[in-house]
C-alpha cells in the first residue's frame, strides 16, 4: 500500500539523507521515572523514621541520594549539568497525601541526567530489605522502573538489621510474639502479633524478583517546538481542514485539505494540523496522509530530494481502496451470517 511505502521511504530517505538539525543533537538530558508501592502503608511520620533513602548510580555519572520524607520535594542531584528529581506523595487512591492519609505510592521523576550513561536504583530503609535496579539506559525512551514487594522484592519484614528477609527473621518475631519486643516489633504499633509475622512470613518469598520496567515517551527532546501535557480526559475526535504554511522539505503540503482522528491523552496547547522545525514534522492526526494529494506531496517532496522521478510510484486511490475493503468485509460476512435472520432481528420479528 502506498501509506506503507510513505513511511519506509519517509523513514529511510530522512535518516539516509536528511541529517537532524542541529538542534536535535544537543543534550536535553535523560529522564528517568521511578514508581514505589508501599505494600503495607504507613503514615509520612513513620517513612520518615524509616530512614528510606534511594540511591541514583550513573555507571560514569557518579551516584547521588535522596532520602524519602513523607513531603512533596523537588531537588537537585550531583550528577552533572541539572539533573534533578521532583518526588511526589500519594495515597493508596492515588491522590495526593492529606490529612491522616498513609502513604500508597511513591512517584520520583528524574531529569536533565546525562543521557549518554546507563544508571541503577537501589533502595534501603530500616525494617526493608534492600533493593538494586537492572541497568537502565536514557538516551531512547523514559524508563518507567515499578518497584513494590512482587515487582523486585523491595518490602517490610527485615527483622534483624541485615536487609534480607529470610528465615533468621521469622525466628525472632515468632519467638518475641506477644510481648513488647520493639526490636520485633516490625510495624511499630508497640506489639508484635500475628501482623508482624505474617509480614515477615510473606515477604521473605519475594526476595530475588526483577523489578518490571516499562518504556515510556520516546526521547524527542529539542525536535520540535512543543510541549505535552498529559490529562485524564482522553481526546476523541473526527477532524478536517486545510494545512496552513509549511516550511521545509513538506512546504508542498501547504494549503491542501486533511482528515482524520484524533485519540490521545496529552494536551499540546493550539497547534496547527503539523508541527515543523527543519526536517523534522510531527501530527496529533491520525490517517493525516489519506486525504487526496497529502501523500503524494509528501512522496514527491523525498523523491525530488534524492533525485528520484515521482511518477515511477503510480497512482493510489486510499478512499477508493477503503471501499473496496468495507465492501469485501460486507461480501464475507453476507457469505458467512444468515442475513434474514439479523433483518427480522433489526426489525425487532424474532
Known amino acids: 500500500m502506498r501509506r506503507t511505502l510513505l513511511a519506509f521511504l519517509t523513514a529511510i530517505l530522512l535518516?539516509?539523507?536528511f541529517s537532524l538539525p542541529a538542534y536535535g543533537?544537543?543534550?536535553p538530558g535523560g529522564?528517568?521515572?521511578v514508581l514505589i508501592r508501599m505494600d503495607y502503608r504507613e503514615s509520612p511520620a513513620v517513612l520518615l523514621e524509616r530512614g528510606l533513602t534511594l540511591t541514583l548510580t550513573g555507571r560514569e555519572s557518579g551516584s547521588a541520594a535522596v532520602?524519602?520524607?513523607g513531603k512533596d520535594t523537588k531537588e537537585s542531584l550531583d550528577l552533572g549539568g541539572g539533573a534533578g528529581v521532583d518526588i511526589t506523595y500519594l495515597n493508596p487512591e492515588d491522590a495526593?497525601?492529606?490529612?491522616?492519609?498513609r502513604v500508597g505510592f511513591v512517584m520520583l521523576a528524574f531529569s536533565g541526567l546525562p543521557s549518554h550513561d546507563e544508571y541503577t536504583v537501589s533502595l534501603v530503609g530500616k525494617g526493608f530489605s534492600s533493593f538494586t535496579s537492572q541497568k537502565l539506559a536514557v538516551d531512547s525512551f523514559v524508563p518507567r522502573l515499578y518497584v513494590s514487594s512482587h515487582s523486585g522484592g523491595f518490602a517490610l519484614g527485615?527483622?534483624?538489621g541485615d536487609r534480607v528477609i529470610d528465615q533468621a527473621d521469622l525466628d525472632q518475631v515468632s519467638g518475641a510474639q506477644g510481648t513488647s519486643s520493639a526490636a520485633s516489633d516490625l510495624n511499630g504499633?508497640?506489639?508484635v502479633d500475628i501482623v508482624d509475622l505474617a509480614l515477615v512470613h510473606h515477604n521473605m518469598l519475594q526476595a530475588g524478583r526483577e523489578a518490571e520496567v516499562f518504556e515510556g515517551a520516546l526521547v524527542v527532546d529539542g525536535l520540535l517546538e512543543m510541549d505535552t501535557v498529559f490529562c485524564a480526559e482522553k481526546v476523541q475526535a473526527q477532524v478536517r481542514g486545510t494545512f496552513g504554511r509549511v516550511e521545509g522539505p513538506l512546504s508542498a503540503l501547504s494549503g491542501l485539505a486533511y482528515e482524520g482522528y484524533e485519540i490521545h491523552m496529552g494536551l499540546g496547547?493550539?497547534?496547527?494540523a503539523l508541527v515543523g522545525r527543519g526536517n523534522v514534522y510531527g501530527t496529533y492526526i491520525h490517517g493525516v496522509f489519506d486525504a487526496d494529494g497529502v501523500a503524494d506531496a509528501v512522496l514527491e517532496a523525498l523523491c525530488r530530494k534524492k533525485g528520484a522521478d515521482p511518477a515511477q510510484l503510480g497512482a493510489f486511490d486510499a478512499a477508493a481502496y477503503k471501499e473496496r475493503q468495507y465492501d469485501l468485509l460486507a461480501q464475507s460476512v453476507r457469505e458467512n451470517l444468515d442475513m434474514e435472520l439479523v433483518y427480522r432481528a433489526m426489525d425487532k420479528k424474532v
Open 15 to 17: 535518516l539516509a539523507g
Open 25 to 27: 543533537a544537543e543534550d
Open 31 to 33: 529522564r528517568l521515572e
Open 67 to 69: 532520602t524519602l520524607t
Open 96 to 101: 495526593p497525601v492529606g490529612g491522616n492519609d
Open 158 to 160: 527485615d527483622i534483624n
Open 189 to 191: 504499633d508497640g506489639k
Open 269 to 272: 496547547g493550539k497547534l496547527p
